[in-house]
């Protein structure tokens, strides 16, 4: 499967997307005129991703999607992200790990798309934490991811995530390692709603699951808000 490069579409999307929002129907969807205009026109499917990321994020309006880092950078800029927390947490920690960080960034294709995967898992998890994606909304998710990608085996994972109950636990056994489920929590903290009480606690029990350092979970919050702000 290739789900590295599905993420990476739908997380430099982001930008589109809220130009898209940003510039309503400026330009008719006319070629160069406005943003929605550019959106449409743009190269390797931004409008197709951009309207997957916007189903999967329901209500949110990816206002979380506006950092610099996830938006410009797609999927490399998500391990970068990773690797400056788990950096800084191994800096501050005695007990942390030694050695650098084997992020998303810094791994080579056979371990990124496993790694890709995890991430996707947990974002597609993380679009259901406020309990917004129902059978409808599902179907519609499903359609616009099967534009993305023509990959049988993709899709039909895919569709199994979607379909599957919230379990964190489930999520959090798809990080195969410490870095891999430092990823996984960060690419959650960009989906969800921390305000919403429904989200949070999912946060919450998806970190318990993963099984990471308190000081860890701190710093990946951190950078996300750095980012973010």
């Given at each position: ?10 997380l430099?999307s ?6 898209q ?16 205009g ?33 938006t ?23 007990s ?33 934490a ?85 000081g ?14």
């Amino acid at each position: 499967m290739n789900t590295r490069g599905l993420l990476d579409q739908l997380l430099k999307s982001g930008q589109d997307l809220l130009q898209q929002k940003a510039g309503g129907n400026s330009g008719g969807g006319k070629s160069g005129n406005g943003n929605l205009g550019s959106l449409l026109t743009g190269a390797g499917g931004g409008a197709l991703a951009a309207g997957a990321l916007g189903l999967l994020l329901g209500n949110k309006s990816a206002r979380k999607l506006g950092g610099k880092a996830l938006t410009y950078g797609g999927l490399a800029a998500l391990g970068v992200l990773a690797y400056k927390a788990y950096g800084n947490w191994q800096a501050q920690q005695a007990s942390a790990p030694n050695g650098e960080p084997q992020t998303l960034d810094r791994l080579p294709a056979p371990q990124a798309e496993l790694h890709s995967q995890a991430i996707l898992k947990a974002l597609v998890a993380a679009a259901k934490a406020d309990g917004h994606v129902d059978a409808r909304e599902r179907q519609l998710i499903e359609e616009e991811l099967a534009k993305l990608t023509q990959d049988a085996e993709l899709r039909g994972w895919l569709d199994a995530e979607l379909n599957k109950p919230l379990d964190p636990a489930d999520v959090a056994r798809a990080a195969g390692t410490p870095e891999m489920a430092a990823e996984m929590y960060l690419a959650s903290v960009l989906m969800v709603d921390e305000e919403h009480f429904m989200e949070r606690a999912y946060l919450e029990e998806l970190a318990r699951q993963l099984r990471l350092d308190p000081g860890l979970k701190l710093e990946l919050e951190r950078q996300v808000r750095q980012e973010l702000a």
